[in-house]
């Protein structure tokens, strides 16, 4: 059965540091994988997504994902972060049909000044 | 603007009541789907539906209908509402699921039964 883990319940970095978080799937088949955010209150943006192609792929607000299919991971990157990137992040995997994803526990984000 | 409208907002309902979330997009996507979101363990999928007449379950179906009359409406009924069933709800649309195209989500109910 397909299956998300987002190891990382909360994370605390200073502003300007650099961030990972990780994301490991399971799932039987080419994997179609998603990063989304939640602000506090708000719905999900997708940050990035991979289906085929570069391992490495980039999303927006500078973030970036790098899908490693024999660590059955696909990790979020960013070489800074801001006050602004505080919030809920959650990666997702895709059946084959697209018909129904699957989303880890979400991994939250504080940010020290 | 366009984009995924889920209305209410917040809701309380006390056991046993029934009422409709509602969901409408403007996009004209096809798929749209409804995930509920509880601590601890992201967003699980209820139902969804690759078209107009066309609805199936997801993950954790039990206690919730759905239907799709219009390609603009996807409604979520609950009939007899449960303590179990609180929750904060999305609805999410998407145009081309089958090309990677990631969802379009609405900005949520917050539902609490009592």
């Known amino acids: 059965a397909q299956s998300v883990t987002q190891p990382d319940i909360h994370i605390t970095v200073s502003e300007g540091a650099s961030l990972e978080l990780r994301c490991n799937y399971s799932?039987?088949?080419?994997?179609?994988l998603f990063w989304y955010v939640q602000s506090p209150g708000q719905g999900l943006q997708l940050l990035l997504k991979?289906?085929?192609?570069?391992?490495l792929v980039q999303g927006i607000k500078g973030f970036e994902a790098e899908f490693k299919r024999s660590q059955s991971s696909f990790n979020l990157r960013k070489p800074s972060v801001h006050w602004s990137d505080a919030a809920e992040y959650f990666c997702?995997?895709?059946?084959?049909?697209?018909?129904?994803?699957?989303f880890g526990s979400g991994t939250k984000l504080n940010v020290k000044p | 603007n366009a984009g995924v409208t889920q209305t209410p907002k917040f809701q309380v309902l006390k056991t046993g009541q029934s009422m409709t979330l509602q969901c409408a997009q403007d996009?004209?996507?096809?798929?749209m789907s409804w995930y509920r979101q509880d601590p601890g363990m992201g967003l699980r999928l209820i139902h969804y539906?690759?078209?107009?007449?066309?609805?199936d379950q997801g993950e954790v179906p039990n206690g919730y209908n759905v239907s799709r009359s219009t390609t603009e409406d996807f409604p979520l009924r609950l009939l007899s509402a449960a303590p179990s069933q609180t929750s904060v709800y999305f609805c999410?649309?998407?145009?081309?699921?089958?090309?990677?195209?990631?969802?379009?989500f609405g900005s949520g109910t917050r539902l609490t039964v009592v």
């Open positions: 999410a649309s998407s145009s081309s699921p089958d090309r990677g195209y990631g969802y379009t």
């Open positions: 997702a995997v895709g059946d084959g049909n697209f018909n129904k994803f699957y």
């Open positions: 539906s690759v078209g107009a007449g066309i609805t």
């Open positions: 799932y039987g088949a080419t994997p179609y």
């Open positions: 991979y289906f085929s192609g570069d391992t």
């Open positions: 996009m004209n996507h096809e798929y």
